[in-house]
């Protein structure tokens, strides 16, 4: 079987809204995904797909541990730690679906989507990290200022 050797026209109307399609068949998996991930956490399945968002995931995962003491085995505790992390879980989920939704008219809302998935962790780590780095800047920046104490 031969292979079709002409050049793909990146600039053309079609190669260009066949990309916008991937986008958002690519944004809707990421959608399905990360609710089987909220799905698989209520049920401690001790699974999760790495191609979701992560923030809706994290919440509800620290929600049941701070209600279960963080111990192995069961987590059978869902109490109001659980349920309020599954519901801004389900929130920020939404925020997907609805870019996806209205990417169907406007591609502008797969840029928006993206950026919200990009943002998304840094936002959820970026206050352990500060706090593991301020006491070390604090110290770095006295030792610059004053010399070492």
């Known amino acids: 079987m031969a292979k079709n050797n002409t050049p793909v026209d990146k600039n053309s ?3 260009l809204l066949r990309q916008v ?6 944004l809707l998996l990421i959608v399905i995904l990360t609710v089987v991930n909220l799905i698989m956490t209520i049920l401690d399945t001790n699974t999760y797909f790495l191609f979701s968002a992560s923030v809706p995931y994290y919440l509800v995962f620290v929600g049941m541990g701070i209600e279960n003491g963080f111990v192995d085995g069961a987590w059978n505790v869902k109490g109001t730690l659980t349920y309020t992390g599954l519901v801004i879980a389900l929130v920020i989920v939404a925020v997907y679906l609805l870019c996806w939704l209205l990417s169907k008219k406007r591609a502008g809302w ?3 989507a993206l950026v919200l998935f ?5 936002r959820w780590w970026s206050l352990p990290l500060r706090c593991m780095i301020a006491p070390w800047a604090s110290w770095w920046i006295s030792c610059c200022t004053s010399g070492p104490s």
């Not at 399609?21 to 690519?26: C, E, F, Q, V």
């Not at 990009?118 to 840094?122: A, L, M, N, Q």
């Open 110 to 112: 797969l840029t928006a």
């Open 21 to 26: 399609a991937n986008g958002r068949y690519s």
């Open 118 to 122: 990009i943002v998304e962790p840094w």
């Open 13 to 15: 109307r079609e190669y």
